[in-house]
């Protein structure tokens, strides 16, 4: 079955720095690449996503890349605010999702 | 956008009893819903696929006979976890994928288990 690795597991940064996080997938037929956000005791949010026809997605300060050949794809949060502190989870999905382990990010003001 | 309902929010239950877990597609129909368990400071992991109208397909090591997942209709799916303790204690957490679109994954807003 599919594997999703994620690194780093914990990410600090300063207040309007850069943060990434990078996954990588097992499955080539994997074809759709998720990243959420969850807060503590809420539910995952689906904060941006692209499809394996895609190489790069961007939405406002967030923006996704997609490595096909490599199978490994990455989340880019730019200008990062102390509202950005949370935990994300990449994952990759055929039919059902699979999560990486996720990556704790804190921002500090 | 896409809502799916989770109820209940938080459990707490003595050791030996059985907890129901409902998790209903609001304004879409989902022929396949998943449940994922996630441990303090863990990731989601698959539990288990729910099938609309057909059985559920479990991941290894996870108890079918422990986690009984039945998916009647279109729009809701339940979670029952048979004679729960307190190693079952985690946060239950469904998802469901709109049948039309059949791509994105929406979450309900999850149960907390605590078995005593």
């Known amino acids: 079955g599919e594997n999703v690795e994620q690194h780093p597991s914990t990410l600090s940064v300063q207040e309007g720095d850069s943060a990434v996080i990078k996954c990588t997938y097992s499955?080539?037929?994997?074809?759709?690449f998720p990243w959420y956000k969850q807060e503590l005791g809420k539910r995952p949010q689906l904060i941006i996503d692209?499809?394996?026809?895609?190489g790069e997605k961007k939405d406002q300060r967030i923006a996704v890349t997609l490595n096909k050949t490599a199978k490994h794809f990455s989340l880019h949060i730019t200008e990062t605010q102390p509202e950005d502190s949370a935990v994300y989870f990449c994952?990759?999905?055929?039919?059902?999702?699979?999560f990486g382990a996720g990556t704790r990010l804190t921002v500090k003001p | 956008g896409a809502v799916v309902s989770q109820h209940p929010s938080r459990v707490i239950c003595k050791s030996g009893t059985s907890v129901k877990i409902e998790c209903r597609s609001l304004?879409?129909?989902?022929?396949?819903m998943f449940w994922y368990r996630q441990f303090p400071k863990q990731s989601l992991m698959l539990m288990a696929t729910?099938?609309?109208?057909?059985?559920?397909?479990?991941e290894q090591g996870v108890e079918k006979d422990k986690f009984l997942i039945n998916h009647a209709s279109l729009t809701l799916s339940t979670l029952t976890v048979t004679s729960a303790h307190p190693e079952d204690s985690s946060f239950y957490i469904c998802s469901a994928r709109n049948s039309a679109t059949n791509e994105k994954l929406f979450f309900g807003s999850g149960t907390q288990l605590s078995v005593l």
């Open positions: 499955d080539s037929a994997s074809n759709y």
């Open positions: 692209i499809r394996s026809n895609v």
């Open positions: 304004d879409f129909q989902a022929t396949t």
């Open positions: 729910s099938n609309e109208g057909s059985k559920a397909t479990y």
């Open positions: 994952a990759a999905s055929i039919h059902d999702m699979r």
